[in-house]
């Protein structure tokens, strides 16, 4: 079955304590994005990834990172996580950026920073 | 920054009803596309409609794209109790295909 998988989808921790959350396609799609949404700002890009070892911010990408090592992975890293990271995340995978444009997405990761 | 806007904010109809909503962007765009979002899920892809398109169809969905105004529309008919969930429209930008989400529509549909 076609899918993006996110884990963890639920995750409370404590300011400035280091956490990934992983996402993987098995789609064999080149394009991939994590997008936050929080309540009345719609979803709000925080890096994307055109293929492999390639990877740009989107419109609020301070406080996150990247990376992009296999075509099937893009795991989110919060390396010192604070309140206002506290949103509901969401990978998602595209076979190409915009062009076809169809996005698949995860089932979203809801995170909670203290 | 966020490219389309939905309106309304919120919708409630009864079982049975017509559900419409708007969409309206400020640049050019390559396409427009419709996704939905139910309660705490992930969004699920509705429709795309290309900038050369006026109108698409598929199933209860009828989408309309007018790009003198930058504006589409999304119509449900017959609505269902299934269809309760956010709606929310995605642009491409022409020049560098950046897809932008508006901030939704929440449909409830009464029993």
């Known amino acids: 079955e076609a899918q993006v998988t996110q884990n963890p989808r639920y995750l409370i921790t404590v300011t400035g304590k280091k956490l990934t959350v992983t996402c993987s396609q098995n789609?064999?799609?080149?394009?991939m994005s994590w997008y936050r949404q929080d309540p009345g700002l719609g979803l709000r890009q925080i890096y994307y990834?055109?293929?492999?070892?390639?990877?740009d911010k989107g419109d609020v990408p301070e406080g996150y990172k990247v990376s992009r090592k296999e075509k099937r992975n893009f795991p989110l890293i919060l390396e010192s996580p604070s309140p206002n990271q506290t949103s509901l995340y969401f990978c998602?995978?595209?076979?190409?950026?915009?062009?076809?444009?169809?996005?698949?997405f995860g089932e979203g990761s809801r995170l909670t920073v203290l | 920054s966020q490219q389309g806007e939905e309106d309304p904010q919120a919708l409630s109809i009864q079982e049975g009803e017509n559900a419409t909503m708007n969409c309206s962007y400020k640049?050019?765009?390559?396409?427009l596309q419709w996704y939905r979002q139910n309660s705490g899920r992930g969004l699920v892809h509705l429709i795309l409609?290309?900038?050369?398109?006026r109108e698409k169809h598929s199933g209860r969905l009828r989408v309309t794209l007018d790009t003198s105004k930058k504006s589409s529309s999304l119509l449900i008919t017959a609505s269902r109790a299934a269809d309760t969930a956010s709606y929310f429209c995605?642009?491409?930008?022409?020049?560098?295909?950046?897809?932008?989400f508006g901030a939704g529509t929440t449909v409830t549909v009464r029993a």
């Open positions: 998602a995978s595209s076979i190409n950026r915009g062009k076809t444009g169809e996005l698949f």
């Open positions: 789609m064999n799609h080149e394009y």
């Open positions: 990834s055109m293929n492999v070892e390639v990877t």
């Open positions: 640049t050019s765009i390559n396409n």
């Open positions: 409609i290309r900038s050369n398109e």
């Open positions: 995605a642009t491409t930008r022409s020049n560098d295909y950046k897809l932008s």
